[in-house]
């Protein structure tokens, strides 16, 4: 589309910008426009005045992302600065949506809040928590979301309170092309002591069982019901399975490793040999937890 139809902003603005450096991955292609709004006003009126032909995409962390090699056409939004604030209120927290997970984990251990600690083990923004319903160490999202403000495709601010959201397992009815910009999220009093040790105790599991370290995307299929999928993997023998420069962890076969050259490609082709031996050595059909955008090479 023609750079005439792209919106002013106070932001931001980068024609065919690299996304691959922004991925946990470290894979695929730029993307046609990529927008670092200046704040929820900025955003409001860039969607607004934004042609509804061109496609918008969000991404947060991308922590469990592949972008593939081709690219996004359209307008990729990243919130940065001006959505990344954390306040106290009373036994909640609101925090912006570009705020870390284990930032806003950590603020309620100071103010002595429980209920939270689980999002510490969580690698991503409260934007993206909210969009997946994410979830770890025995909490999710949808246990502690009181509402989450969004701006719409046409570029309106709505509050929208959790129940409306119809979160489930990994997943949150947002309507489509709206951005999650905040949210409120509820603690309850504790103590600090046990907080702490609960925040500790999460971070030594994650360290022993993950590849916290490597180029990785986090859980890469949903648990099936009453099943967990790195056992399903395993079963399949597929734990230290590569293609190119793609593999399955070693640590823990439900996480793919990049191990330098990887191409999304590869990767996304992985997890795909990956679904189907599952499924033929089980019966179950695996489903993808990380996201797939993006245009082939």
């Known amino acids: 589309?023609?750079?005439?139809?792209?919106?002013?902003?106070?932001?931001?603005?980068?024609?065919?910008?690299?996304?691959?450096?922004?991925?946990?991955?470290?894979?695929?292609?730029?993307?046609?426009?990529?927008?670092?709004p200046a704040d929820v006003e900025d955003l409001c009126t860039f969607l607004k005045d934004l042609p509804l032909e061109m496609p918008v995409t969000v991404i947060g962390?991308?922590?469990?992302?592949?972008?593939?090699?081709?690219?996004?056409?359209?307008v990729v939004i990243k919130l940065a600065r001006g959505f990344g604030d954390v306040v106290m209120e009373g036994d909640a927290i609101i925090a912006g949506a570009a705020a870390l997970d284990v930032t806003v984990a950590e603020y309620a251990a100071e103010a002595g809040l429980t209920?939270?600690?689980?999002?510490?083990?969580?690698?991503?923004?409260?934007?993206?928590?909210?969009?997946m319903n994410a979830g770890a160490y025995g909490g999710e999202i949808a246990q502690v979301l009181d509402w989450a403000e969004i701006v719409t495709r046409a570029g309106e601010l709505i509050r929208v309170p959790a129940q409306e959201l119809g979160l489930s397992y990994r997943h949150a009815n947002l309507p489509l092309d709206s951005v999650v910009v905040r949210a409120r999220l509820r603690g309850r009093p504790g103590e600090a002591a046990l907080i702490g040790a609960k925040m500790a105790e999460i971070k030594a599991k994650r360290e022993a069982s993950q590849p916290v370290r490597a180029r990785t995307g986090g859980s890469t299929f949903a648990n099936p019901q009453g099943q967990k999928a790195w056992e399903l993997i395993d079963a399949a023998g597929c734990r230290g399975l590569t293609k190119g420069q793609a593999q399955v962890s070693e640590l823990?076969?439900?996480?793919?490793?990049?191990?330098?050259?990887?191409?999304?490609?590869?990767?996304?082709?992985?997890?795909?040999?990956?679904?189907?031996?599952?499924?033929?050595?089980?019966?179950?059909?695996?489903?993808?937890?990380?996201?797939?955008?993006?245009?082939?090479?």
């Open 1 to 36: 589309m023609m750079a005439a139809a792209i919106p002013a902003t106070r932001g931001r603005l980068a024609e065919h910008a690299p996304l691959a450096p922004m991925t946990w991955f470290r894979v695929g292609g730029p993307a046609e426009y990529l927008l670092r």
């Open 61 to 74: 962390a991308a922590s469990n992302l592949i972008v593939r090699d081709g690219g996004i056409n359209g």
């Open 115 to 131: 209920g939270l600690e689980f999002l510490s083990g969580i690698p991503g923004t409260i934007g993206g928590a909210v969009a």
């Open 252 to 297: 823990h076969c439900n996480f793919l490793l990049n191990l330098g050259e990887a191409t999304a490609a590869e990767l996304e082709g992985l997890g795909e040999e990956v679904r189907r031996r599952v499924q033929e050595n089980s019966g179950v059909a695996l489903r993808w937890e990380i996201k797939r955008i993006g245009v082939p090479a």
